[in-house]
């Protein structure tokens, strides 16, 4: 079956420490994005990428970083620079040819303490 | 930047009930998405809109672009559909959804 798979569920780790949650999707999608989701609050927009070996900044990116070696995979790493690292994290993906369209992986919760 | 706005943010409604969530959403906003949302986190897609209306077993959206206005409607409402219905706007491209805060909607037995 084709689709997104996130891991893990959910992640937990001490302040300080870097963290990598992991996007593959078997869709053939070119495009793969990062939202972050706050009680409260509607998804918002980490990273980008449309195509491999290239991303973007989305809305919230300060204290992230991506990397897009593969189509199948964009791993998000949350670095200590970011100061509220605590939330729900989303990945998903489209095709070039129906980029309106978003499919989402189950997400990971992770929480830093 | 683009914006959308949903109401409500909450709604408890009666098994049975015929239920509608509101979606307004910015200028740079060309089709709007509506999303569902249970407990466990994981995000299904319900529709894809840029005009008209589509209709799937008990959920109708529709869309009016002059307006830049959106409705989710459930039919005969039922406890499964308690989730968070959440709409989302994009604007072309392959740049991301811009998302509302969501409804949190519970249908009571």
């Not at chain 1, 079956?1 to 869709?27: A, H, M, W």
């Not at chain 1, 790493?77 to 369209?101: G, H, I, M, R």
């Not at chain 2, 969530?21 to 466990?40: D, F, K, M, T």
Request: glycine share 10%; net charge neutral; charged share 15%.
């Amino acid at each position: 079956d084709g689709g997104i798979t996130q891991s893990p569920k959910y992640l937990f780790r001490k302040e300080g420490q870097n963290v990598t949650l992991s996007c593959e999707q078997n869709l053939n999608h070119d495009a793969m994005y990062w939202y972050r989701q706050d009680p409260g609050q509607g998804l918002r927009l980490i990273y980008y990428s449309q195509i491999v070996n290239d991303f973007q900044k989305g809305d919230i990116a300060e204290g992230y970083s991506v990397s897009r070696e593969k189509k199948e995979s964009f791993p998000l790493t949350v670095t200590s620079a970011q100061k509220n690292p605590t939330a729900f994290y989303l990945c998903a993906s489209s095709s070039s040819l129906d980029a309106y369209e978003q499919y989402f992986g189950p997400g990971t919760r992770l929480t830093v303490t | 930047k683009n914006e959308v706005e949903q109401s409500p943010q909450n709604l408890t409604a009666q098994e049975g009930e015929f239920i509608t969530i509101n979606c307004s959403y910015s200028v740079g906003i060309s089709a709007l998405h509506w999303l569902q949302q249970h407990p466990g986190g994981g995000i299904v897609s319900l529709f894809m809109l840029s005009s008209g209306k589509k209709k799937h077993g008990r959920l109708i959206a529709t869309i009016n672009i002059q307006e830049k206005h959106s409705s989710l409607h459930i039919t005969a409402s039922h406890p499964r559909d308690s989730a968070v219905y959440i709409c989302a706007g994009s604007g072309g491209g392959a740049d991301g959804l811009t998302f509302g805060k969501g409804t949190h909607l519970i249908i009571q037995p």
